[in-house]
């Protein structure tokens, strides 16, 4: 049978209903857990968080359910206890990452560790637990360090989390999908599909122009469009912003082409961040008040958007058999 993990235990893929593949309950810096001016009471995170996840539910009855994927990893501020009861609290399936989001983000005492270290790690995240929560991850995130360019540490990363892909089944997803020659490299001397990989935030601001997309398509990897609603046109856009317009036509553009079993989307967005203020006005909700309707205004059919959210997540998060 097909089977995802989920923080609650493992739930068939049948039962994910629409998937925002790549989001944030609260991601922060390593640290800013320590700092001051950012601490949150447990109240507070809780009363920016619940409200959106209730409503995130609400908008996914029509989907027969909802599943938030958190790409926050080891290190960022990620909280199975938390997101165990927030997933009890709204009824959203949570699926939680093992891994880290960048080189530079992984602690020194991570980034000291080998191939094999790291993959056991993640190994035992994904069949034992995070931490003493019982929790297994569903997961693997890995990405590129600030500079676009995939540094050593990445890629011992990306090694030891292809092996463990390789070994237990759950994928894995990007941050970044910059460099991915290096990238592309690692996952075929380890002899992972490529469809087992999303390469996120492929439709990002700062990434035009930096990522090869025949590449990624041409070799069966999954892209993702997972930035959607950081628009310029935000009274207070993040760096990475770009105009909404542009990006769908850019999603649009792959779907034309034939890629549409190949294409993710999501919101990136953080339901309470951690050490940052975040970007107002911008929820995993966005999915639903406006992507799916600028879908809809394009002619994309329902059928259509029922493959984008549920089908092609589905796909992707249930674990591989080997
Ligand atoms: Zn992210």
């Not at 994910?16 to 640290?31: F, N, R, S, T």
């Not at 409503?55 to 009855?61: D, G, V």
């Not at 995130?141 to 892909?165: N, W």
């Not at 601001?205 to 997972?226: M, P």
Request: charged content about 20%.
């Amino acid at each position: 049978m097909s089977r995802v993990h989920t923080v609650l235990g493992p739930i068939a893929a049948e039962e994910l209903g629409l998937v925002a593949v790549h989001e944030h309950i609260g991601y922060g810096m390593p640290g800013s857990e320590l700092d001051t001016q950012w601490w949150k009471t447990p109240e507070q995170r809780y009363e920016e968080t619940v409200p959106k996840l209730r409503q995130f539910a609400e908008y996914s009855r029509a989907y027969g359910g909802s599943t938030f994927v958190d790409a926050t990893g080891i290190c960022n501020g990620r909280d199975v206890d938390y997101y165990k009861s927030l997933s009890a609290k709204t009824g959203v399936h949570i699926v939680a990452a093992t891994g880290f989001v960048g080189g530079d983000t992984a602690l020194r005492f991570f980034a000291e560790a080998s191939v094999d270290y790291l993959m056991r790690q993640f190994v035992h995240e994904i069949t034992v637990g995070i931490g003493n929560t019982g929790s297994l991850a569903g997961i693997i995130k890995v990405g590129v360090s600030r500079g676009f360019r995939m540094k050593e540490l990445d890629l011992r990363i990306y090694r030891a989390a292809a092996r463990a892909a390789l070994l237990t089944g759950v994928p894995i997803f990007t941050h970044l999908a910059v460099d991915v020659e290096a990238a592309l490299a690692v996952f075929a001397e380890e002899g992972l599909p490529l469809d087992r990989v999303l390469f996120g935030h492929a439709d990002d601001g700062v990434s035009q122009g930096k990522v090869n997309e025949t590449a990624i398509l041409g070799g069966g990897g999954r892209i993702g469009f997972d930035t959607f609603g950081y628009d310029l046109e935000l009274p207070d856009p993040p760096f990475w912003g770009r105009h909404r317009r542009e990006r769908l036509e850019h999603f649009l553009r792959l779907i034309g082409e034939g890629h549409l079993d190949q294409v993710l989307a999501s919101a990136d967005a953080n339901c309470s961040p951690l050490g940052w203020p975040g970007v107002k006005g911008h929820t995993v909700n966005y999915i639903y008040e406006q992507l799916i309707p600028d879908l809809r205004q394009e002619g994309i059919d329902e059928a259509t958007i029922h493959r984008i959210f549920v089908t092609n997540p589905a796909d992707f998060l249930t674990l591989a058999t080997n």
